[in-house]
């Protein structure tokens, strides 16, 4: 069965920092580029991180930028959320899910097929 | 601010079509993806690419895309669709992924 089962969240004061840990099976880890996506109580999906099968490319969105890593271990089928100097506004659910691209008709498409069931990060004092 | 845009909410009436709407200009190059999230439950592929639906999704979920809009279309909604609908592509650089809003559909 394919699944990705995510790990680590908690509750954190502001400043402080989490690691996350996503555990994937069933499938080829390594061939399939990975992300997280976070939602804030009572909002909607908020695309966090991405990188790519052999971690060449890593993408962030600006709200996370230089104080989130993003990283894989291949031979340990893991995906990782280092985060630091966390503010009240980074709680939410975070989601980990496979991305793919592909391309048809001249248009490109990317789409997240298979995701965990997210761990929960609360930041406050 | 999500460069995909969608209507906060949509209704339909049981057994009726529905459409849900997802703006962008990323969207002239790139084909959306809707995800279904219901309460507590994290999100589910329903329309990936220019129309295909993952194993297990319902024939009633349909895409298609025009210039800068993609649509998801529901025909014959069902009680059990009523869910957060959230589209979602590469922004236009081609790096980022963005999301769109999401719509709350209430099936009546």
């Known amino acids: 069965e394919v699944q990705l089962v995510e790990s680590g969240g908690g509750l954190v004061k502001p400043g402080g920092s989490l690691r996350l840990s996503c555990a994937a099976s069933?499938?080829?880890?390594?061939?399939?580029?990975m992300n997280w996506v976070r939602q804030a109580p009572g909002k909607g999906l908020e695309w966090v991180s991405s990188?790519?099968?052999?971690?060449?490319?890593?993408y962030y969105a600006d709200s996370v930028k230089g104080r989130f890593t993003i990283s894989r271990d291949n031979a340990k089928n893991s995906l990782y959320l280092q985060m630091n100097s966390l503010r009240a506004e980074d709680t939410a659910v975070y989601y980990c899910?496979?991305?793919?691209?592909?391309?048809?008709?001249?248009?490109?498409?990317?789409?997240?097929?298979?995701w965990g069931k997210g761990t929960t990060v609360t930041v406050s004092s | 601010s999500s460069e995909l845009t969608q209507d906060p909410a949509v209704s339909v009436a049981l057994g009726q079509t529905v459409r849900i709407t997802c703006q962008g200009d990323?969207?002239?190059?790139?084909?959306a993806s809707w995800y279904q999230q219901k309460p507590g439950q994290a999100p589910v592929l329903v329309i990936y690419?220019?129309?295909n639906r993952p194993s297990g999704i319902p024939d009633r979920f349909s895409g298609s895309s025009s210039g800068n809009t993609a649509s998801l279309t529901i025909t014959g909604a069902q009680a059990e669709d009523e869910a957060d609908y959230y589209c979602?592509?590469?922004?236009?650089?081609?790096?980022?992924?963005?999301f769109g809003g999401g719509t709350k559909l209430t099936v009546l």
């Open positions: 979602n592509s590469r922004d236009s650089s081609g790096n980022l992924v963005v």
């Open positions: 990323s969207l002239r190059s790139y084909y």
């Open positions: 690419g220019k129309n």
């Open positions: 899910a496979r991305g793919t691209t592909a391309m048809a008709n001249y248009y490109y498409y990317y789409y997240m097929d298979v």
């Open positions: 990188i790519s099968s052999s971690s060449s490319y890593i």
């Open positions: 069933g499938f080829t880890f390594s061939s399939y580029s």
